[in-house]
C-alpha cells in the first residue's frame, strides 16, 4: 500500500510505502489517525497548517458489495475540531484499486487564488503522480467542469472536486465527487472540507487505475463467505432489497415516516410536523417522475457494486433531468425547513448546491435562520432559490450566508438557531426522537445524523422498535451506534448496510469476515466495537486538544425549554446522560 503526500506550497510530492503501523487502518480510522498524528489541534483550518486526508476504506475496491466509499478528514473551519466526512463514488473504488493507503495533501501555496489538479496514474508499479495548473476552471458551475475534465482525461477516470464555495472559503463547502453518470453529485459535504481543499490551491483529484493491481486480499475464500453473507442480508431485508422501500423512493422515504412520528423539523425546527409534507416525499418524488416520464422509474446506484441503489433523480415537466440526487436531508433542509412543498423548487435549490459546491444540509439550515430572521419569509421559493444564488456568486450576502448557520444567526441576532459545535442539526427533531438528539450532542462531528444513527431502532423498527420519546437507555444506544458506526465508516462501506446487517446477524458476521479476509485479521464482534473505540478517542482527544471541552456535547438551549408541537416535548435528556456516553471508553 502506498502513501502519497502533497505539499502544495512547491508543489513537491513523495509517494511512500505505507508503514506497518497503519495495516489495519482505513477509511475514518485512517483520516482520523492522520488528522489527530499529524494537525496542530489549534491550527487554523484554512491554515498552512491543517492537512486534508483521503482514504478507502478497508474493502473499498474488491467486489464486497455497497463498499466505494471514500473517507476525507481534516480540521473542520465549521466546528474547528476534527472532521471526517465520506461519500459514495467510483473515485473511493479507483482509490482502493490504486493501492493508495491515503493521500495526504500539506501546506499551501504562497500565492493567492491559484489552482492546480492532481492527476493520479499507475506507471512502474506504484501510483505516479502529475500536477496541472487548473486557474482557467476557477468560479466555474461544477457540471461544465467535470464534463471537460472527461473529455480531457477519458471517460474511464473518477474526479473529485471542489466549486466556488469551497473558493470562497465557506465554512459549509463539500468536497465532490462523480457518480455513476459522471455528475458532479456526490458529496463529502458536512463540516467545510471544501474549503479546506481549496485553501490548499487544489481544484481536482483525478484517479485514472488503468493497469493498477486492484486490493490484495489475504484470505479470499474467508472474504468470499463474508461478502456472500453480506449480498444475502442486503437482499433480503425490505429496507435495502431491490424495489425495496430505499431503492423505491430513495432516503426521501422518511419524509412521511418522521412527519408521523412527529420528527420532521418543520420552519427552522418550530414544529415537528409538515402539511406539505406529502408533496415532498420520496413517493411524490417517484409519482412525480412516473407522471413526467410515462414510467416508473426506480434509483441507481451512487457508486459501483451497490445493491441497494438509493440514490434518485428528479425530472422536469418536459422530461429531461433537473438534478440528482434529492437525498432525505436535502429534500427536508431545502423543504420542510423552509416551509417550502415544491419539487421543482427543492429540485432547483438541490442543483445549485450541486453546481456551487455547497453542502445541503448547511445550507437548508441557513436559510432558515434567515427566515426567522425575516430576510426572506418562510415558504418563499423564489427568495430561497436567490439566496443560494447570492452564496453561490460571493455577494457581501452570501458570504455571510456561506459561513453557515451559527454565522448567520450571529449576523442576524436570532436565538433560535439549531447547532452543535457550530454544526447545523440534520432531519431528525431530537425533541420527537430522544436517542438521535443524544448523538447529535456527544459525536465528535457536530451535529451528525451519521455518526450514530438510532433512528435505525426509534423510528425504523431495527433491532426492535424503542420509543422515540423516551431517553431511557439512549445514551448506551448512541453509544453503541457510534462506536459500530465508526468501524462501518473505516470498513468502506455505505452506512445503510446498517438496515440489513442489525437485523439479520450473518449480514453483520458477513461484515467482519470481509474485514478479516482482506486485512488477514482474526476480529470478533467485540473486536468491531474495540476498533470503533479507538477512533472516537482519536477524535475526542484532538477535539479537546483543540479547545472544545466534553461540555460542549449539549444541544442548544431552546431544544431544553420550547415545547415542540405534536408532541409537546422538550429535549429532556439531562447532562449526566450526556456525559454518560463517553464516561468510561
Ligand atoms: S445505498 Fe445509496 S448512498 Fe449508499 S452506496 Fe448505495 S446508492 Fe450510494
Not at 487548473?134 to 461544465?144: F, H, S, T, W
Not at 423512493?249 to 412527519?259: D, M, Q, S
Amino acid at each position: 500500500m502506498w502513501l502519497i503526500r502533497i505539499n502544495m506550497k512547491d508543489r513537491t510530492y513523495k509517494v511512500e510505502e505505507s508503514p506497518k503501523a497503519y495495516h489495519t487502518l482505513a477509511g475514518r480510522a485512517m483520516t482520523s489517525t492522520l488528522v489527530s498524528e499529524e494537525v496542530p489541534p489549534t491550527c487554523h483550518a484554512l491554515g498552512p497548517n491543517n492537512k486534508l486526508v483521503f482514504a478507502a476504506g478497508m474493502v473499498t475496491g474488491t467486489s464486497s458489495p455497497t463498499s466505494a466509499r471514500i473517507s476525507v478528514g481534516g480540521k473542520s473551519p465549521l466546528t474547528g475540531g476534527i472532521k471526517e466526512a465520506n461519500a459514495g463514488t467510483s473515485w473511493a473504488r479507483d482509490f482502493g484499486i490504486m493501492r493508495i493507503k491515503a493521500l495526504v495533501i500539506e501546506d499551501q501555496p504562497a500565492e493567492k487564488d491559484q489552482f492546480w489538479g492532481v492527476r493520479l496514474t499507475w506507471k512502474d508499479d506504484k501510483p505516479h503522480v502529475e500536477l496541472f495548473e487548473a486557474n482557467d476552471y476557477k468560479q466555474q458551475p461544477l457540471p461544465g467542469i467535470f464534463k471537460e475534465m472527461y473529455e480531457k482525461y477519458g471517460e474511464n477516470v473518477s474526479i473529485c472536486s471542489v466549486g466556488p464555495a469551497g473558493e470562497y472559503g465557506y465554512a459549509n463547502s463539500g468536497i465532490v465527487f462523480n457518480d455513476m453518470h459522471q455528475r458532479p453529485s456526490r458529496y463529502a459535504g458536512r463540516g467545510g472540507l471544501g474549503a479546506v481543499m481549496a485553501s490548499k490551491g487544489l481544484k481536482f483529484v483525478i484517479l485514472d487505475k488503468a493497469g493498477a493491481p486492484g486490493v490484495e486480499i489475504a484470505d479470499k475464500s474467508l472474504f468470499d463467505e463474508g461478502r456472500k453473507k453480506m449480498i444475502d442480508a442486503l437482499r433480503e431485508h425490505a429496507i435495502t432489497k431491490p424495489k425495496g422501500g430505499l431503492n423505491s423512493y430513495g432516503t426521501a422515504v422518511l419524509i412521511n415516516i418522521l412527519n408521523e412520528a412527529g420528527g420532521l423539523p418543520t420552519r427552522n425546527f418550530t414544529s415537528g410536523r409538515f402539511e406539505g409534507a406529502p408533496r415532498i416525499a420520496g413517493e411524490a418524488i417517484f409519482e412525480g417522475n412516473k407522471k413526467r416520464l410515462g414510467k416508473e422509474l426506480y434509483n441507481h446506484a451512487c457508486s459501483p457494486g451497490c445493491i441497494i441503489q438509493c440514490s434518485n433523480t428528479w425530472h422536469k415537466e418536459d422530461g429531461t433531468e433537473h438534478t440528482s440526487c434529492i437525498e432525505y436531508e436535502s429534500d427536508w433542509s431545502l423543504g420542510a425547513n423552509l416551509g417550502i412543498d415544491d419539487l421543482d423548487v427543492i429540485a432547483e435549490m438541490n442543483e445549485l448546491c450541486n453546481n456551487y459546491g455547497l453542502d445541503t444540509i448547511e445550507t437548508g439550515t441557513t436559510l432558515g435562520v434567515a427566515m426567522q430572521a425575516g430576510v426572506i419569509p418562510f415558504g418563499d421559493g423564489q427568495g430561497a432559490i436567490n439566496l443560494v444564488h447570492e452564496m453561490g456568486k460571493g455577494t457581501p450576502l452570501g458570504r455571510i450566508l456561506g459561513a453557515g448557520t451559527e454565522t448567520t444567526g450571529k449576523a442576524y441576532g436570532v436565538s433560535h438557531v439549531p447547532v452543535v459545535k457550530g454544526q447545523s442539526l440534520p432531519a431528525y427533531e431530537p425533541r420527537a426522537v430522544k436517542g438521535i438528539g443524544i448523538t447529535y450532542a456527544t459525536t465528535t462531528m457536530g451535529a451528525d445524523h451519521t455518526a450514530g444513527y438510532t433512528i435505525a431502532p426509534e423510528i425504523l423498527g431495527v433491532m426492535g422498535k424503542q420509543d422515540p420519546l423516551s431517553p431511557e437507555g439512549k445514551a448506551a444506544l448512541s453509544r453503541a451506534f457510534q462506536s459500530t458506526t465508526a468501524f462501518i465508516d473505516a470498513s468502506g462501506h455505505c452506512l445503510f448496510i446498517a438496515f440489513a446487517i442489525l437485523d439479520i446477524a450473518s449480514g453483520y458476521q458477513g461484515m467482519i469476515d470481509e474485514a478479516n479476509g482482506v486485512l488477514g485479521t482474526q476480529w470478533t464482534a467485540d473486536d468491531v466495537i474495540k476498533y470503533g473505540n479507538e477512533v472516537l478517542k482519536k477524535e475526542r482527544a484532538f477535539n479537546e486538544a483543540a479547545g472544545i471541552s466534553p461540555k460542549a456535547d449539549r444541544l442548544p438551549e431552546f431544544f431544553y425549554t420550547e415545547p415542540l408541537p405534536p408532541h409537546n416535548q422538550v429535549f429532556d435528556v439531562s447532562d449526566e446522560t450526556l456525559e454518560s456516553v463517553f464516561g468510561e471508553m
